[in-house]
């Protein structure tokens, strides 16, 4: 929900020529990844300035030309086990 929201707010920036937004879609995931880790970090620190600090992060990610990856294919069933859990060795034989 909130990715959705930065995408369309990022879109509606560039539209505006208020950024330059390559890719609202990617940039707003990254963006928000970015936020979860400024956050962690502000709690783990105590410091509430870690978002001051990092602001200039969140437009640059917003801007930039980032690599459209795609997802890795699921792991074959039957290389697993059949129980609940997946086994490192399964994903990586």
């Known amino acids: 929900r909130w990715q959705s929201r930065l995408a369309m707010?990022?879109?509606?920036?560039s539209k505006r020529?208020?950024?330059e937004v390559r890719n609202a879609k990617g940039a707003a995931e990254a963006i928000v990844?970015?936020?979860?880790?400024?956050?962690?970090?502000?709690?783990?620190?105590?410091d509430p300035d870690v978002f001051l600090r990092?602001?200039?992060?969140?437009i640059a990610?917003?801007?930039a030309e980032l690599p459209q990856v795609p997802a890795p294919a699921p792991v074959p069933s039957s290389?697993?086990?059949?129980?609940s859990?997946?086994?490192?060795?399964?994903?990586l034989s």
């Open 9 to 13: 707010l990022l879109e509606y920036a």
């Open 17 to 19: 020529g208020e950024l």
């Open 33 to 46: 990844a970015y936020m979860q880790g400024a956050t962690l970090l502000a709690k783990a620190t105590d």
């Open 54 to 58: 990092l602001a200039h992060g969140a």
């Open 61 to 63: 990610l917003a801007e």
């Open 79 to 83: 290389t697993h086990d059949g129980g």
């Open 85 to 91: 859990t997946c086994q490192l060795g399964d994903v």
